[in-house]
């Protein structure tokens, strides 16, 4: 069709991209905290009072961990997949566009499970909104893979590594489906996902050790 | 005029007004979701009256989906024209400034949108606020096509390209106005218009595919 | 002294405190959008309550819009004034730092003087923040250029600039005396204020223009 | 272990870790203002029931000035440590992303230090929260010393200056006990802490004064 080959065309520049993407990633993770609200005391002075309320804010504590440490992973693999690239498309634009729109509403499924910890549709929307975002980026991922890669990066690349990133899916989706059993076992699934692949998989560049990031 | 040649005077970088006005979009497009408040349950564990809560939240997501995108599409817009100016002026400093100041105030037709769906004024707002912030960018567009383009660049505009500019405005006040009749209507089209021009008019750098790109 | 003597050293790179300055003042503007709230209705679909309602808030709306503009300008010449600068030192990054502090304080005065624009402490108020801000601002001037001038710039820079700014400081202090007497008169010194000198002097650079800003 | 090894490679770019960071730091200090809500008047012309209720708020404007000078503090010192790195690697990228999002929660304990100054608890976790920064900032600037200093900055730097920064999570914690026994002691403590050491250390640099900065 006429009005893709349209998309593939543009040779953005990278720069406001990454500019852009970092400020949406920096202010997400930022307003995450104004969910921790200020409790109120009836005895402004007690100390135990204030203790036992802020023991109540657990999950709410919990909720903003998870999501902080998930969000820095995502822009953890932006900056790797963004420097893969040798510019920009109309079409990349979209996809980073729309990836960013469903990173910028995890403040809202987030509140809600730490305000909810005990709702099961609550604490299955979170894990739910994770897989659409974990989706969104392969798509991406995918795109600059096909489309944009820098030829030097093309035989440093390990074929498996978008493949991989479906088990992102499939976990945030297991624990999605497991809140509707026990909520304790989806806050567990969705606190150890982003912790697998805290590091890049030991196939690549086993050569050229990250030759993916020094290229930049 | 004295007063008005000053204006175009001033050999100001574009790095920083880019920094800032990345900035400014970023924290729109995040503040956004802000207006998407955890609803409060009687029966905290109650799947569906969330459920039920989150389904009245319906008006609320369309509209931070409607202006997401169209700030997105401003953001890509801004980029695109920038990359056009060789620097920038005192009199480009402002009019970004002004465009930058109806930008910011997109949050707030779009939480009275979301919040009154069913109230034409609150819907017309929102097309208003969009044509106006349509013609800004315009303005910004066409002083920078006159003033500040970089000389390499001016063959390959197409000069119908501002001229198109304001079938964005008419869209935008056509929702306006129809949302007098049925809100609906409006929806759609305020839900339309940004996704005309996605990609850039076919008939600019036929030759040199998108070199105004390219060429920052 | 030899405390203020390691104040001066220390050759940092301004591209970070632009940066962060940068932020800052993109923040600054887009939160004070968060001061105008969507009024409550009775009737939801009344578009005359609601107008009613929107008229209410104008006091809010001409506050939001003379802040937008005074930071904007504030912006504009922090950028003029970076731009002299051949490095940072400590002391500048401080200067630089307590001068943000304030420039971040201006969403409280911005909204106090909103939600009682007819009380004259409130009015009052807004002056002073706006006459400190610019006095911190005219010592951060000051400092860069008496310590860190390009020296390829001394010479295009109008001896008087510094001088100026103590107008917009004492224009700033006779709109918050003037509150005391009339809100009115306040709001419209407030509102005139930025719009002086939103062009450099004439006299500065007259033979290179603005070669402050090409140089960067 | 094969894991950590992992951790350790990667040869990342720092662009974007600094734009992300700023991103973090220029949010966390302006949304520090939040916290100040404009007061509740009864009757809305009054200025001296203005004046009283602001005065009512002297321990939220204390609050917000310490954090936000502390924070500027880290910033700071954020930019000293990262100058030294020669890229950055999985690792680093971690530890840096911790280290957020503690900053990151920061205007969560100023906010209730703020509203609850009288309360020992609220007083005493807003110390604990600052130690454990510096000791999360010790970590990374430790990590970077010990693995990717730059060659030519290795003699540049005072070995002690990391010891002195337990200084910093020392007073933090003395300010944490004295809480309990007076909350203005310990006011005084955490407005003092940042204040040490706003300098670097004069030993470090002696011969080439500041290279480490000079060098970027």
Known sequence: MRLLSRFAR????????????????????????????????????SATELAHHLLELLPKFLSWLISFIIVCKFWLNHTHVLGLARHATYGMVWLNSIFLMFQSFIPFPTAMMG???????????????????????????????????????????????????????????????????SVYAAFLVYLLTPLFFLVPPAGRGAAQPSAGWAAR
């Open 10 to 45: 543009g040779e953005l520049q990278l720069t406001r991209i990454e500019a852009f993407s970092d400020g949406v990633f920096a202010i997400v993770v930022t307003l995450l905290v104004l969910e921790l609200k200020v409790p109120s005391l009836r005895d402004l002075q």
């Open 115 to 181: 305000e909810y910890a005990d709702n099961p549709l609550a604490v299955s929307l979170f894990g739910l909104v994770m897989a659409v975002n974990t989706l969104l980026f392969i798509a991406l991922h995918a795109y600059i893979v096909a489309n944009l890669m820098k030829p030097e990066m093309a035989n440093t690349q390990d074929p498996h590594v978008i493949r991989n990133s479906f088990v992102g899916v499939a976990s945030y989706s297991i624990g999605a489906i497991a809140a509707w059993r």
